[in-house]
Antibody, heavy 118, light 113 residues
């Protein structure tokens, strides 16, 4: 059974940092691109970042470029999102999402809530 | 960036009746490999999104056959042939042809009348 379990969310002050983690199981993690997608409660979905299966390729939404860094550790089957210089508008539920090769985003984790507030 | 526009944003439906959701992209979603990377997701209340349809019209495993997707180029449609109570939620289209960024529609809220 495919599972993606996010953790690391919480309350942080503006300008602070958080690192999100997503532990994958039930599939060969090293074969899949992975993404982070966020959702303000009650609002729509916004893609944040992607990483290729071997970590050699990454991309970011303009709103997080230079502040967020995506990475992965295939030995630990874990995806990360390092978030620095956080702003109130970064407050959202962050989902870890698998990318089905040739078919696009498919399986989503349950999400972890990030709240940026003083 | 490719802008995805869904309509309607709210869709009250009578149980057993059909529902249709439109999704339009600001540019063609036909990829250089000939495929069209347009997916549909369902997000039930309090749950994570779940993919229903990939590449315009292919149902994911376990998705009831009352869900169907169609379209081409810039115009796409998700149809629920007979709405059931468990179909209540928000439906999103998403393009993966021209990236980054991957982009989503605003979402269509399906509710029972």
């Amino acid at each position: 059974e495919v599972q993606l379990v996010e953790s690391g969310g919480g309350l942080v002050q503006p300008g602070g940092s958080l690192r999100l983690s997503c532990v994958a199981s039930g599939f060969t993690f090293s074969n899949y691109w992975m993404h982070w997608v966020r959702q303000v409660p009650g609002r729509g979905l916004m893609w944040v970042s992607h990483i290729s299966n071997d970590g050699s390729g990454t991309s970011y939404a303009d709103s997080v470029t230079g502040r967020f860094t995506i990475s992965r550790d295939s030995a630990k089957n874990t995806l990360y999102l390092q978030m620095n210089s956080l702003k109130a508008e970064d407050s959202a539920v962050y989902f870890c999402v698998r990318d089905d090769p040739g078919l696009g985003l498919d399986f989503w984790g349950q999400g972890t809530m990030v709240t940026v507030s003083s | 960036d490719v802008v995805m526009t869904q309509s309607p944003l709210s869709l009250p439906v009578t149980l057993g009746q059909p529902a249709s959701i439109s999704c339009r992209s600001s540019q063609s979603l036909v990829s250089s490999d000939g495929d069209t990377y347009l997916n549909w997701f369902q997000q039930r209340p309090g749950q994570s999104p779940r993919r229903l349809i990939y590449k315009v019209s292919n149902r994911d495993s376990g998705v009831p056959d009352r869900f169907s997707g169609s379209g081409s180029g810039t115009d796409f449609t998700l149809i629920i042939s007979r709405v059931e109570a468990e179909d209540v939620g928000i439906y999103y289209c998403m393009q993966g042809t021209s990236w980054p960024p991957w982009t989503f529609g605003q979402g269509t809220k399906v509710e029972i009348k």
